[in-house]
Nanobody, 122 residues
Framework: VQLQASGGGLVQAGDSLRLSCKAS????????VGWFRQAPGKEREFVAA????????NYEDSVKDRFTISRDNAKNTVYLQMNSLKPEDTAVYYC????????????????WGQGTLVTVSS
C-alpha cells in the first residue's frame, strides 16, 4: 500500500483545513487508517484513527471536538477535517494504514505516507 497525503498549507488560527490521503492497493478497505503529526523539535504524535468499517474512531485529546477523521473506501481515501485550527496544530501530518497494535503508538502502523505540512499562524 502506498499513501499520498495532500491538503496541507498555511492558514490562520480559527480556520479550517481538510487533509486527504489517497491509497493505492486493493487491501486498503480492510485496514484501519489514521493520522499522526510531528511538530518541529517534537516527537511524532497520534492524531486520529478509524476502523476499516468506519464505525470506530478515536482522537488525541487536544483535537477531539475539532478534528474529524473519515474514509471513503470506494475512493481509497481517508480524510482529516480540521476545524478551529490553533498555532499548536502546526506540524507535518502523516497518514498511516494497517494497524497491528495500539493505535496511538506509531510502531503499530505498517504503512506511512510522505506527510503534508500544516502551518497555522496566530
Amino acid at each position: 500500500v502506498q499513501l499520498q497525503a495532500s491538503g496541507g498549507g498555511l492558514v490562520q488560527a480559527g480556520d479550517s483545513l481538510r487533509l486527504s490521503c489517497k491509497a493505492s492497493g486493493r487491501a486498503f478497505s480492510s485496514y484501519s487508517v489514521g493520522w499522526f503529526r510531528q511538530a518541529p523539535g517534537k516527537e511524532r504524535e497520534f492524531v486520529a484513527a478509524i476502523s476499516w468499517v468506519a464505525t470506530n474512531a478515536n482522537y488525541e485529546d487536544s483535537v477531539k471536538d475539532r478534528f474529524t477523521i473519515s474514509r471513503d473506501n470506494a475512493k481509497n481515501t481517508v480524510y482529516l477535517q480540521m476545524n478551529s485550527l490553533k498555532p499548536e496544530d502546526t506540524a507535518v501530518y502523516y497518514c498511516v494504514a494497517q494497524n497491528n497494535g495500539k493505535r496511538t503508538e506509531s510502531r503499530s502502523w505498517g504503512y506511512w505516507g510522505q506527510g503534508t505540512l500544516v502551518t497555522v499562524s496566530s
